[in-house]
């Protein structure tokens, strides 16, 4: 979805949002959201997959699935990896894509190139038995090749939202023949994360206004992300204003400085990657527009790794747990 959108190169413009910020969120600098346990914990024991399966994926496309010996699972986000490995059958897999990143997968063969770009000599390479999947990595061509090829595609669902974690777990379970493990997996993520949101909800003494900025600084690629994005499902689950949304964006955008400023974020959001792409805390001050909100002047920046902030599934809670520390004051 991200390299989908990333080309519409419209700007924002001409929004309506409140000209003051209603919050009270202490200027206390910036801040690195940590995760207190960033690996995947599987479900025990670890599940026996019903075989064959027969699904039909999120394109409606019907697939048989013989063999759950050699897995990938690749997308944008690295959700489907991980959930692969939430599932107990973390052991089948034999690749990752680069935003897979928690410890137990960062050992295994790389199978994209330049970012996000499918390697399909790499993915031949390890001779996958099922292939699971979204729309959000490419070319398509290559995923077309290993469906010609004879290997099983799975395309799941692309949307990366707190509201269709479920969804998507329920999708991997079943192209891998354990429903039973998708349905555990389920209900524990679900509880996990209904506890996240209470306890958000017991200890908020704010209500930021936050903004989240993709930055690439060595290709010159500033985006804002708003409606529809899965960050605004984030901010709103820690209790905080998604100022894009309240401004009426939708999807990713670049950055518009007089919206940017208009907006008035206490809190600015980034991945960890993108702070360190413009030369941390003070190249993101340089950006056009940021010294002039409320989050610039005290410098409220918050990071967190890029394998986990919109990575949903498995870590979905642990990611608020973390954001939520950052944000209101306990986290150093």
Not at 30 to 52: E, F, G, H, M, S
Not at 262 to 287: E, F, H, N, W, Y
């Amino acid at each position: 979805m991200l390299r989908r959108v990333l080309v519409a190169g419209l700007l924002l413009a001409g929004c309506s949002v409140p000209e003051a910020s209603t919050s009270t969120v202490a200027p206390i600098g910036p801040t690195t959201a940590v995760v207190a346990r960033p690996d995947i914990v599987p479900i025990t024991p670890a599940p026996q997959p019903k075989l064959p399966v027969t699904v039909t994926d999120n394109q409606g496309t019907k697939v048989t699935v013989t063999s759950v010996d050699r897995v990938l699972a690749f997308d944008t986000y690295g959700t489907l990896a991980a959930t692969v490995f939430g599932l107990g059958l973390g052991d089948k897999v034999v690749g990752r894509d680069t935003s897979t990143g928690f410890p137990a997968a960062k050992n295994l063969p790389v199978i994209t190139a330049n970012g996000h770009q499918l390697n399909a000599e790499a993915i031949m390479t390890l001779r996958p038995s099922v292939v699971i999947t979204d729309t959000t990595l490419g070319p398509w061509d290559v995923v077309l090749q290993l469906r010609d090829s004879g290997i099983p595609v799975v395309v799941t669902d692309s949307k990366r939202t707190i509201d269709n974690v479920d969804e998507i777990v329920g999708q991997v379970a079943n192209a891998l023949g354990v429903p039973e493990a998708g349905a555990q997996l389920i209900e524990r993520t679900t509880k996990e994360i209904a506890e996240a949101k209470a306890t958000v909800a017991k200890t908020q003494n704010q209500k930021p206004r936050i903004v989240f900025l993709y930055l690439r600084g060595q290709a010159g690629v500033y985006y804002m992300f708003g409606r529809g994005s899965g960050i605004d499902s984030l901010i709103e689950a820690v209790g905080g204003v998604d100022v894009a949304t309240e401004a009426g964006m939708d999807g990713m955008r670049p950055i518009n400085p007089e919206a940017l400023v208009k907006a008035r974020p206490d809190v600015i959001l980034l991945m960890t990657k993108g702070l360190q792409s413009v030369g941390g805390v003070d190249g993101v001050l340089q950006l056009p527009g940021v010294a002039q909100t409320p989050a610039g002047q005290n410098r409220r920046i918050i990071d967190m790794d890029d394998h986990q902030i919109l990575g949903f599934g498995p870590l979905t809670a642990s990611v608020l747990d973390a954001l939520a520390k950052a944000l209101y004051g306990t986290a150093k």
